[in-house]
C-alpha cells in the first residue's frame, strides 16, 4: 500500500515531535485510548466479545475512532491486543470478564515448544485482519491524524504464554529464564522475528508509528533484563528497518516502551535504534534530564501517573504544567505512564488533553516573545 493511496495528512505533530522539528503545541496520545472507559466502546463490547472486535475489521475501526471523535487527539492507535500474536502461532487466548487474558493451556515445559507452538504460521495470513483494519482506519481517518500500529514485545509475549494469566510475581515464565535458558531463547527469538514481521505488515498497511510494548520488566533483574528483553527489542527495532528498507517502504518512528525498566533506560536510548522512548510514571525528573542531556536527537513521551486523571480539573492543570516543565515541549509526546484505567472521568480526559495543548502553546509563546 503506497502513501500515495491514503487522504494527505491535517495534523502531523506528532511526526514533527519525533524528528525534533517545530511544533507549535505537544502532541498528545493515551495508551488504551480506544476502549474500556469509553460509553461508545461499552456499547459495542456488550454486543460482540473483545477478540471478535479484534479480528473484525469494520468494528476495530470503529473503536479505533471513536476517542478521535470525542478528543482533540494528536494520535489514533489501531484497536487491537499483544495476544493476538500467541493466537496467531496457534495458542488458545481467551478474554475472561473481569479478570482479562486467559490461556487453558500455557506452556509449561520446554517441550511444549514443539506441539502448542506452530512455527510454521506467517504474520501476514494469520493477522490479516489487523491489517485490513489498518488501510480501513487510515482511509477512514481522512487525514485526521497519524494511526499507530503496535506490538507486544517478546519477553511480555513469553511471560503470558507461560503464566497463562496476569502475574504479579511471573515466577513461572522467571522459571525457564533460570532453568531453560537455551530454550527461553529459543521461543523469545522466535517471537522476535514474528513481531518484525507483525510489524512491517503493519506499516506497508498504513501505520504511521509502531509502538513496541514490554510491560512486564517489573519482575526482571538489570541482568535478566540485559540478556532476555534488551537484545531482543534492539533486533525488533533494526530488523523492522532493514525489512522495510528491502521492500522499498519508507521508515516510521518506532516507539519502545519498558515499563519499570529505569535501569535499562540509557542503553535503550544508546542503542540508537528507537525514535521514541516512552516512560512509566516512575521515572524522575532527575532520569529525564539525563536523557536529554545524553541523548539530544531523542524523543521522550510520557508518562502522567493515570490516577492523576481522577483528580480536580484544578490538580490537574498543576500536574500537566509540572510534567510539560520536566519534559520541555521539544522532541516531546505527552501520555500516561500507561494505559488509562477503565473508571476514569471522560471528562477528565479531555481536559487532560485539552490542558496538554493549552499550556504547551503558552509556553512556547512566551519563549517565542523572550527570544
Not at 534488551?230 to 519498558?258: H, M, T
Not at 516543565?325 to 487532560?352: C, M, Q
Request: net charge negative; hydrophobic share 40%; proline share 6%.
Amino acid at each position: 500500500m503506497s502513501s500515495n493511496d491514503f487522504p494527505p495528512l491535517k495534523n502531523d505533530l506528532i511526526l514533527r515531535a519525533c524528528r525534533g522539528e517545530p511544533i507549535e503545541r505537544v502532541p498528545i496520545w493515551i495508551m488504551r485510548q480506544a476502549g474500556r472507559y469509553l460509553p461508545e466502546y461499552k456499547a459495542i463490547s456488550a454486543q460482540h466479545p473483545f477478540f471478535e472486535v479484534c479480528r473484525t475489521p469494520t468494528l476495530a475501526c470503529e473503536v479505533t475512532l471513536q476517542p478521535v471523535r470525542r478528543y482533540d487527539l494528536d494520535a489514533a492507535i489501531i484497536f487491537s491486543d499483544i495476544l493476538v500474536i500467541p493466537q496467531a502461532l496457534g495458542m488458545d487466548v481467551e478474554m475472561v470478564p473481569n479478570e482479562g487474558p486467559c490461556f487453558p493451556q500455557p506452556l509449561k515445559v520446554p517441550e511444549d515448544l514443539n506441539t502448542k507452538i506452530d512455527r510454521t504460521r506467517k504474520a501476514s495470513i494469520e493477522l490479516k485482519y489487523v491489517y485490513e483494519a489498518i488501510t480501513l482506519t487510515r482511509r477512514t481517518l481522512d487525514g485526521q491524524c497519524p494511526l499507530i500500529g503496535f506490538s507486544g514485545a517478546p519477553w511480555t509475549l513469553m511471560s503470558y504464554m507461560i503464566e497463562g494469566k496476569a502475574s504479579t510475581t511471573m515466577s513461572k515464565a522467571k522459571r525457564w529464564l533460570y532453568s531453560y535458558e537455551n530454550e527461553s531463547h529459543d521461543l523469545l527469538n522466535l517471537l522476535a522475528n514474528f513481531i518484525i514481521d507483525h510489524l512491517v505488515e503493519q506499516i506497508s498497511a498504513g501505520a504511521q508509528l509502531v509502538q513496541l510494548f514490554e510491560s512486564h520488566c517489573a519482575c526482571l533483574t538489570p541482568d535478566l533484563f540485559n540478556r532476555f528483553s534488551l537484545p531482543y527489542l534492539c533486533q525488533i527495532a533494526k530488523g523492522v528497518r532493514d525489512e522495510l528498507s528491502k521492500r522499498q517502504i519508507s521508515s516510521v518512528p518506532i516507539i519502545v516502551f519498558a515499563k519499570d525498566a529505569h535501569f535499562g533506560l540509557q542503553d535503550l536510548a544508546k542503542s540508537g535504534l528507537f525514535d521514541v522512548i516512552s516512560l512509566d510514571w516512575t521515572i524522575t525528573s532527575t532520569n529525564i534530564d539525563l536523557l536529554r542531556k545524553e541523548n539530544s536527537t531523542l524523543t521522550l513521551q510520557g508518562n502522567l501517573d493515570p490516577c492523576a486523571l481522577y483528580a480536580s480539573k484544578e490538580n490537574l492543570e498543576k500536574f500537566v504544567r509540572r510534567m510539560l516543565e520536566i519534559f520541555g515541549t521539544k522532541r516531546y509526546i505527552a501520555n500516561l505512564g500507561h494505559g488509562i484505567y477503565p473508571d476514569i472521568s471522560v471528562d477528565n480526559v479531555k481536559w487532560f488533553i485539552d490542558a496538554v495543548h493549552l499550556i504547551s502553546k503558552e509556553m512556547n509563546d512566551n519563549n517565542t516573545n523572550k527570544s
